[in-house]
């Protein structure tokens, strides 16, 4: 039986080697399929299988079939970034290059563990997907306490989210899990999630007022750090949940 290790690193399992973990680890791609096959809210078994459209197939991309005639179909994504290749803006290119050399192999480049692993649906009449979108937009920045913001907003029907075009693009998926609450806990978010339901966020600066009023990009060497530590720390904690579930 193979074991379950939150810490196994998908960069080293990809093939061909040094190739994108998301599309090219067997490895994770079954860890995801042990991880999300479980009872959705309404009792239906979300179980994720390898596509037999040749197309989809090839791109190593899951599919759920939800009805003999719909299925989504999901990529892999990492859903925390440690900004090592970013090279704008300036600010976030400073605030980096004032790292110390421990500080430097703390943050930069980490292994790609479990912790940081998530699926998202993917169509191609659907673009950005979002995980493109999280990626692209600088009030998000890659930041899954961000991401994680919008999409509380949307289940709560509120205005004002960078994401909102694109998860309504792809709300089938999200209204399987019925409420924001089941959405966490089936992907195992909890603790990005304070005991009043708000967001934790990254960093105090972003809070439910101001979210969203600039860039979700760290721009000094403090935010950077902190957006770092939070980081890690959140990887770490759902790596343990996903381990107790398991």
């Not at 379950?4 to 998908?10: H, L, P």
């Not at 067997?26 to 979300?46: S, Y």
């Not at 290059?97 to 169509?123: C, H």
Request: proline share 6%; hydrophobic share 40%.
């Amino acid at each position: 039986m193979r074991v379950f290790d939150i810490a196994f690193d998908y960069l080293l399992d990809t093939t061909p080697p040094g190739t994108d973990a998301d599309s090219n680890s067997p490895r994770l791609k079954a860890d995801h399929q042990l991880l999300w096959t479980k009872e959705l809210c309404g009792g239906q078994l979300f179980e994720l299988a390898v596509s037999e459209i040749p197309k989809v197939r090839r791109k190593n991309y899951l599919m759920f079939e939800q009805t003999p005639d719909k299925s989504i179909t999901f990529g892999s994504d990492a859903i925390t970034n440690s900004y090592t290749r970013w090279v704008k803006p300036k600010a976030l290119v400073e605030a980096k290059a004032q790292l110390n050399e421990e500080q430097k192999r703390r943050y930069f480049d980490p292994p790609y563990t479990i912790g940081s692993a998530m699926i998202w649906p993917v169509r191609g009449i659907h673009l950005p997907t979002l995980n493109t979108a999280r990626g692209m937009r600088a009030k998000i920045a890659d930041r899954m306490d961000l991401t994680l913001e919008c999409i509380r907003r949307h289940y709560a029907k509120e205005p004002d989210s960078p994401l909102a075009d694109v998860i309504t693009n792809y709300w089938d998926f999200f209204e399987l899990f019925g409420t924001f609450e089941k959405f966490v806990e089936f992907f195992h978010f909890q603790d990005l999630v304070t005991p009043e339901g708000k967001i934790a966020f990254f960093l105090e600066e972003d809070d439910e007022d101001k979210v969203f009023t600039r860039s979700g990009v760290p721009v000094t060497k403090d935010e950077y750090i902190r957006v770092r530590e939070a980081s890690l720390k959140f990887i770490a904690l759902r790596g343990n949940r996903m381990a107790d579930w398991v």
